[in-house]
């Protein structure tokens, strides 16, 4: 079973630094790209970007390149999502998801929807 | 353009059918995936490739598209389905996620 469990809900202050994680089990996971979602309070929901953890290729979505970083660790099957100086308007919930994939003639690509997703992890800047 | 259009809100009562619709140019080109939302919780999958159900989504989910939207189908809804309903989709050049903001669907 694909599991993707996230850490827990962090309150910082504006300015501070923040990394929150996404541990994954349930199968390999440098197969799957693995993504970020953002939801901001009452909001719907927004990508952020996605990750390909055997060799670290990253996309972003225009609205987020420079605002985060996205990374993984390979040997602890886990993705990041990090923040050097936060704003009071990164509050938020963010999620990370499985991107599905397709194969075809012995090549694999990711489809462009989440099939699997994280609990979620508040995300509140307030001075 | 590459936003996906979607109305804010849906209200019926149990056992009508509730159609929720998406509009955006990139829907010519790309599917349409749909997921299910309750409060707290993530969300979750209901409709794929603009109609197609994954495994464990009751039938009564369904999808379908024409042109520039495309609509989601709830024939029969429950009192459970009550939810927010999200869009999403690539946009025009294959490259970026994009995703609707949503629609609260009220079973009164």
């Known amino acids: 079973e694909v599991q993707l469990v996230q850490s827990g809900a962090e309150v910082k202050r504006p300015g501070e630094s923040l990394r929150i994680s996404c541990k994954a089990s349930g199968y390999i996971f440098t197969d799957y790209w693995i993504g970020w979602v953002r939801q901001m309070p009452g909001k719907g929901l927004e990508w952020v970007g996605i990750?390909?953890?055997?060799?670290?290729?990253?996309r972003y979505s225009p609205s987020f390149q420079g605002q985060a970083t996205l990374s993984v660790d390979k040997s602890t099957n886990t993705a990041y999502l990090q923040w050097t100086s936060l704003k009071a308007s990164d509050t938020a919930v963010f999620f990370c998801?499985?991107?599905?994939?397709?194969?075809?003639?012995?090549?694999?690509?990711?489809?462009?929807?989440?099939?699997?997703w994280g609990q979620g992890t508040l995300v509140t800047v307030s001075s | 353009s590459n936003e996906l259009t979607q109305p804010p809100s849906v209200s019926l009562s149990p056992g009508q059918t509730a159609r929720i619709t998406c509009s955006g140019d990139a829907l010519t080109k790309q599917f349409a995936y749909w997921y299910q939302q309750k409060p707290g919780q993530a969300p979750v999958l209901v409709i794929f490739k603009d109609n197609e159900r994954p495994s464990g989504i009751p039938e009564r989910f369904s999808g379908s598209s024409s042109g520039t939207t495309v609509t989601l189908t709830i024939s029969g809804v429950q009192t459970e389905d009550e939810a927010t309903y999200h869009c999403?989709?690539?946009?025009?050049?294959?490259?970026?996620?994009?995703f609707g903001g949503g629609t609260k669907l009220t079973v009164l």
């Open positions: 998801a499985r991107p599905s994939r397709h194969c075809s003639g012995g090549n694999c690509f990711a489809a462009f929807f989440f099939d699997s």
């Open positions: 990750i390909y953890p055997d060799d670290s290729d990253t």
């Open positions: 999403q989709s690539a946009d025009t050049s294959g490259v970026n996620w994009v």
